[in-house]
């Protein structure tokens, strides 16, 4: 069989790609990270796009962070995510994996702008042993989208868990993100198909989560 040049690859991340978070001033770690990271992202979109619909039974979009509303600050990490919706994926259940200075993560998410985040917090809540049973015990719970920090559901007990269920009810600022991260050390981010791979199977691995967010 043979392979069209136009193809999609991904060629997994190096150690330059995670220096780009060192850079000072907004505008020149923009350059970079425009130049460097957005590339490698938009073909990662591409390429697990098809898989996550078929996964999701459902068309899901490819959107990629542009850090558009930032006029000061320069971004701490940068990501791509997948929706259900062409237009935007902030206020839906969806799927994301980017990177900090420190990691990749590749993650579920329903962060505070999402209206599905009350229901996903009751489900939750009411299926604790089905959700704890489907997430390995490595993958991190974080209440925070922006944060670099997380904790292994090893690390979690069942009144942690049921709190961060609780506060997606009753809190407006509340969000979920459960995942897996990988140190900007392993040699599996330099491996693209190994990456890839393993972006697919972490996103099966979250299904249930995504569909007790999206009946």
């Not at 009350?118 to 925070?144: C, E, I, N, T």
Request: a negative charge; charged letters at 25%.
């Amino acid at each position: 069989m043979t392979h069209s040049t136009t193809e999609t690859t991904f060629s997994g991340f190096t150690a330059e790609d995670f220096e780009v978070f060192t850079i000072d001033g907004l505008e020149p770690r923009m350059e970079a990270l425009i130049a460097r990271v957005r590339p490698k992202l938009t073909a990662l979109g591409e390429l697990i796009q098809p898989h996550l619909a078929t996964l999701c039974g459902e068309e899901m979009y490819v959107h990629v962070a542009k850090h558009a509303r930032r006029t000061v600050n320069p971004p701490k990490d940068t990501w791509v995510a997948w929706a259900a919706n062409k237009r935007g994926y902030k206020a839906l259940p969806h799927f994301e994996v980017g990177m900090f200075g420190t990691h990749v993560f590749v993650v579920f998410a329903i962060i505070y702008e999402s209206p599905r985040k009350v229901d996903f917090g009751r489900a939750m809540a009411s299926q604790l042993d089905q959700v704890k049973q489907h997430v390995p015990q490595h993958y991190y719970w974080s209440p925070d989208h922006m944060s670099p920090q997380g904790t292994p559901q090893a690390d979690l007990s069942d009144e942690q868990l049921l709190d961060m269920a609780n506060r997606l009810q009753q809190v407006k600022k509340s969000e979920i993100i459960c995942g897996l991260r990988i140190d900007k050390h392993d040699p599996l981010l330099r491996d693209g198909d190994a990456f890839v791979r393993q972006v697919e199977d972490t996103f099966q691995q979250l299904l249930p989560l995504y569909r007790m967010a999206t009946v």
